[in-house]
C-alpha cells in the first residue's frame, strides 16, 4: 500500500467499521437503482421524482432554494431540473409574490397524474423490501438509520432539526410521527 502514510493503523476503529459501512453504502446504492427503476417508466429522474412529491405534498409552491434543501444536490443544479421538469409540463413557474428575485414552482395536474401512475412501481418496491421487515424490524431500523443520521449531523455541523422537517415533507407529511413532549412536568 505505497499510497498510505507509514504510520496509519487499519486496526484502529476504521477496521472495526469498515463491513458496516461497506454494507450501508451497498444499501443505499442498491436502494437508489430500485427506486430509479420505478420511476423510469414516467420519463424521470429519482431528483425529479422525489421534487414532484415534495410539490405534492407540501400543497403550496415552493422556491428551488427549498426544493434544493431537500435534496442532496445544490441549488444551482435545482434550476436546470425544474427546467426539464417546465418542459414536460409537470411543473408551473411564477414570480414569487414576496420576492422579485425569487421564482415559485408549482406540480400540475398532468405531474399528479405522473406521480399516481407511478404510485403502483413505488408501492411494489416499498413492499417488496420493507414488507419482508417485522414491524419491530423496521422501527429498529428507523432507530439505528436515525442514530447515523444525528451523528453524522453532529459531525458535519449539521442541523438535526432541518433533517427531519425535510423528512417529514419527504415523506410526504403522510405519515404524523408522534412529537416527543417538551412541556415541562407538573
Do not use: C
Not at 496509519?8 to 451497498?26: G, R, S
Not at 434543501?69 to 409540463?89: A, C, F, G, N
Amino acid at each position: 500500500m505505497k499510497y498510505m502514510k507509514k504510520n496509519y493503523d487499519l486496526n484502529l476503529p476504521f477496521k472495526e467499521y469498515l463491513w458496516t459501512v461497506i454494507l450501508f453504502a451497498q444499501a443505499g446504492n442498491l436502494w437508489t437503482k430500485a427506486i430509479e427503476k420505478s420511476v423510469k417508466p414516467g420519463n424521470i429522474t429519482l431528483s425529479q421524482f422525489v421534487t414532484l412529491q415534495a410539490l405534492l405534498f407540501n400543497k403550496k409552491p415552493m422556491s428551488p432554494t427549498h426544493i434544493s434543501r431537500l435534496l442532496p444536490i445544490e441549488v444551482h443544479s435545482v434550476t436546470p431540473m425544474i427546467d426539464k421538469l417546465y418542459k414536460s409540463e409537470l411543473v408551473t413557474r411564477r414570480r414569487s409574490k414576496t420576492s422579485r428575485r425569487s421564482v415559485d414552482v408549482n406540480i400540475t395536474e398532468k405531474g399528479k397524474e405522473l406521480l399516481y401512475e407511478l404510485g403502483p412501481n413505488i408501492n411494489e418496491l416499498f413492499q417488496s423490501v420493507f414488507g419482508k421487515l417485522s414491524k419491530n424490524d423496521r422501527a429498529e431500523l428507523e432507530r439505528i438509520i436515525r442514530q447515523i443520521s444525528d451523528a453524522t449531523a453532529d459531525y458535519l455541523g449539521a442541523d438535526k432539526q432541518h433533517l427531519d422537517e425535510n423528512a417529514r415533507i419527504l415523506a410526504g407529511m403522510m405519515v404524523d410521527k408522534p412529537k416527543k413532549n417538551t412541556e415541562p412536568k407538573s
